[in-house]
């Protein structure tokens, strides 16, 4: 009997262009994990909103991610991609979720405890949108709607899937019924973590103010050099791999091995007797040479307004499942006032 594939569900707010930290971190993983397994793949629209964005921005990420999605790899004929908001039952699926949370777990996020405090200083007051702290629930909602076994994941976001685990797990006790299937998480163990060019002891943000501090998945090739140039290194002259130590040369050489397909001791080996201006034009080229055929095929999805197929398409897949999956909570809970 043949072994079921497992499913895998992730997605990526539509808060800014994407970065190479997206496509290092999550894109590339996706496009080796769809070839083994049941891959759904969203642009997470609604967790944008979570804090202000303006229309004309959201409009525009939203369909770039969709574009970058596919021009960087993923297939439709092996991968389900769409737009969270496409499928409205996520909404009612974190409703009911939330109502089996509690508030004490929705505020001991890290995240938002993290983003809470920024978003005081920025503002000045104790202005906290309401979707910062129910933001962990939404999530919750798009792996179990999709019944998820795996879910790739940063380190941040570790601690939201162990509290989806225990959502899932206090729901399928509540009403004596494997509800929810338990997901697990899962880290990829090289380049999982892509870092802030400016300030490397923090992770690149598509969301940075400082545009020199991430590289876009659009930008042109003069654009790339120049921001690799002036990335910030140490005033050493030796390259070893020690992120604590040297974190933005430990960054360099993540960026690298992870775009060349070699170890981190192999990078370190090949550029053992060479200069930190060395290290960056060679990083510079191993970006470029991975973005420039992503670009051209993503101009080619916009210029043909082919994108628009491939959105409806992905969309009426994913509504499939999730209709099923709500219908079945709805029952199950007593939403369904129907059934009996």
Do not use: W
């Not at 971190?25 to 964005?53: C, M, R, S, W, Y």
């Not at 082919?306 to 709500?326: C, V």
């Amino acid at each position: 009997m043949e072994q079921k594939k497992p499913t895998i569900v992730s997605g990526i707010t539509a808060t800014g262009q994407l970065t190479l930290g997206n496509y290092i971190g999550a894109i590339k993983n996706f496009i080796e994990l769809q070839e083994d397994n049941n891959l759904i793949i969203f642009v997470a629209n609604l967790h944008a909103i979570t804090i202000p964005i303006s229309k004309e921005e959201l409009r525009n990420n939203i369909k770039n991610m969709i574009a970058l999605y596919y021009a960087c790899g993923l297939d439709p004929k092996k991968a389900i991609i769409f737009i969270q908001s496409d499928i409205l039952e996520v909404t009612l699926l974190s409703h009911i979720l939330l109502c089996n949370a509690t508030v004490g777990e929705l505020s001991r996020m890290t995240q938002f405890k993290d983003k809470s405090t920024k978003i005081k200083a920025e503002n000045c007051t104790e202005f906290i949108p309401t979707g910062l702290l129910t933001y962990p629930a939404l999530m919750a909602a798009d792996i179990l709607l999709y019944d998820a076994d795996l879910v790739p994941v940063g380190k941040d976001q570790k601690q939201h899937i162990e509290l989806t685990r225990n959502i899932a797990k206090r729901m399928n006790n509540r009403y004596q019924q494997d509800l929810f299937k338990i997901p697990t998480d899962f880290i990829p163990p090289i380049g999982g973590k892509i870092m802030d060019l400016q300030n490397p002891t923090k992770k690149m943000s598509k969301s940075s103010k400082d545009i020199k501090s991430f590289i876009s998945l659009l930008d042109p090739c003069d654009v790339i050099r120049k921001k690799i140039r002036s990335a910030v290194t140490d005033s050493e002259s030796k390259i070893t791999y020690n992120p604590e130590k040297k974190p933005g040369v430990s960054n360099l050489l993540t960026i690298y091995a992870v775009l060349k397909k070699v170890s981190i001791e192999t990078a370190v080996k090949e550029f053992v007797q060479q200069d930190y201006g060395q290290l960056k034009e060679q990083v510079a080229i191993a970006i470029i040479d991975t973005l420039e055929p992503l670009q051209i095929k993503y101009q080619k999805l916009m210029q043909y307004q082919t994108i628009d197929e491939l959105i409806e398409a992905g969309a009426t897949k994913a509504q499939a499942i999730a209709n099923k999956k709500i219908t079945k909570v709805k029952n199950i809970i007593g939403l369904n006032y129907k059934k009996k």
